[in-house]
């Protein structure tokens, strides 16, 4: 019974941590070098 108990909540404590830093990651625009007709460009979405 303790294993199961102590199993959800790890992965509880896990989501918590995940989750924030993956919803930040979509806020703000991700910059990335593309590469364009042989030059270099820089996209942001």
Known sequence: MKKILLALT???VTVGVITP?????HH???CHKVK???HWEKRCH
Do not use: E, I, M
């Not at 830093?21 to 990651?25: G, K, L, Q, S, V």
């Open 10 to 12: 790890l992965a509880a």
């Open 28 to 30: 703000h625009p991700v």
């Open 36 to 38: 364009v007709h042989h």
């Open 21 to 25: 830093a993956y919803a930040d990651d």
